[in-house]
């Protein structure tokens, strides 16, 4: 090839070259100019907020690229959601939301300190993370997905936020077992092969948490409180006593029931049906009774008025308790959970009843 062709070719390909680099370097400054605008849009906005969906979609339009958008429309849609369909629509938003964050910001999420000042720098990206992983684990178990609830828990557990406040991922890890323990390894490979290995794995992922809140409180100690091991203890307490009621293991659950007393975070509706297991009627009507009133207007299924219901059958007041499944129903509509309040109230035969007269038999021949 001539020597001026050569030269030409060298010429153009280092032209190309520049321009590429040129026109990718003004393409990042004006993502960064994108993105600054939409953080200081979404200063004054919650996760929550009414404007979210709105906003979320104004976010994806300026850049599609960036995590914010597509978490704020998933959260909203979350929030709105009642049904399979809408679990199904936020999930796609927020399986998007959590890949854009990891992709862009796996770093800040996945840094620890002990500093202060260091933390508020990433502070934001670990918050995001929590809700947007928070809230796409509830769309997974409201579509019957522990399969996809197990892998997005595994990216948790990766991750290892310092600091979790809507996410607990050893509980939750624990909870999913717990959930499915009737299944074995065949069905999901997360499994063990028994109900018996599923429970002890269950309890032991709860260790973990306890582990990993120890861990995290020397970290956070400095940055929040110098109790933060005490005030996320609960939230195993709450997950041990649930496993021992279901395993009636009578002792051991009312030991971490006790514990749960002396916090803000007794579960009156939780304590009630434990109550129930052992014949101890009256107060788990008294405790479902407390456990309505503090009703914080959750659209799923109100376990204290399903189960209440369950013992005024006992007490031979079925029409009180018919009624105010019927009035739920009509405040409530279709909601995830409904169809048990009509399975109750229409059944003569009370098929959902759960067989507490067959676990106190249980219980009188095993203690």
């Known amino acids: 090839m001539p020597t001026k062709q050569i030269q030409s070719v060298f010429i153009y390909c280092f032209s190309l070259a520049f321009a590429i680099l040129f026109f990718n370097k003004l393409g990042a400054q004006s993502r960064e100019v994108l993105r600054y605008e939409i953080d200081a849009k979404r200063g004054g906005m919650t996760y929550t907020s009414r404007d979210a969906l709105p906003r979320g979609r104004e976010f994806k339009r300026l850049d599609s690229s960036y995590y914010v958008g597509w978490m704020f429309e998933g959260t909203y849609k979350f929030e709105h959601a009642a049904d399979f369909i809408g679990f199904r629509m936020a999930a796609d938003q927020l399986e998007k939301a959590s890949q854009l964050l990891e992709k862009d910001f796996k770093s800040q999420i996945r840094s620890r300190t002990a500093d202060a000042l260091t933390y508020i720098k990433t502070m934001q990206y670990h918050r995001d993370w929590d809700y947007i992983a928070y809230c796409l684990m509830q769309c997974y178990s409201n579509m019957e997905m522990p399969d996809k609830v197990w892998k997005l828990l595994q990216r948790c557990k990766k991750n290892d936020l310092q600091d979790e406040f809507y996410l607990d991922t050893y509980s939750y890890l624990a909870w999913t077992v717990h959930r499915n323990r009737f299944y074995t390894s065949s069905k999901y490979a997360f499994l063990r092969n028994s109900i018996d290995e599923n429970e002890r794995y269950a309890n032991k992922l709860l260790d973990s948490c306890i582990l990993k809140i120890r861990r995290d409180a020397q970290l956070n100690k400095t940055i929040f409180s110098a109790d933060f091991e005490k005030e996320k203890m609960p939230g195993v307490w709450h997950y041990k006593s649930i496993l021992f009621s279901y395993q009636l293991n009578i002792?051991?659950?009312?030991?971490?029931?006790?514990?749960?007393?002396?916090?803000?975070?007794?579960?009156?509706?939780?304590?009630?049906?434990?109550?129930?297991?052992?014949g101890k009627f009256a107060e788990a009507e008294a405790n479902y009774n407390i456990a309505k009133e503090q009703d914080a207007g959750d659209k799923?299924?109100?376990?204290?008025?399903?189960?209440?219901?369950?013992?005024?059958?006992?007490?031979?007041?079925?029409?009180?308790?018919?009624?105010?499944?019927?009035?739920?129903?009509?405040?409530n509509g279709s909601?995830?959970?409904?169809?048990?309040?009509?399975?109750?109230?229409?059944?003569?035969?009370?098929?959902?009843?759960?067989?507490?007269?067959k676990i106190i038999t249980i219980l009188q021949h095993r203690f």
């Not at 005024?312 to 308790?321: D, I, P, R």
């Not at 909601?335 to 007269?357: A, C, D, E, M, Q």
């Open 251 to 278: 002792e051991s659950g009312a030991h971490y029931y006790e514990k749960l007393r002396s916090t803000a975070y007794f579960p009156e509706n939780n304590f009630a049906t434990f109550c129930a297991i052992q």
């Open 300 to 331: 799923r299924m109100k376990e204290p008025f399903y189960y209440s219901s369950i013992i005024n059958t006992y007490k031979n007041e079925n029409k009180s308790g018919i009624e105010e499944l019927k009035d739920l129903i009509k405040a």
């Open 335 to 357: 909601t995830p959970g409904f169809g048990w309040y009509n399975l109750r109230h229409n059944s003569r035969k009370y098929i959902s009843v759960p067989p507490w007269g």
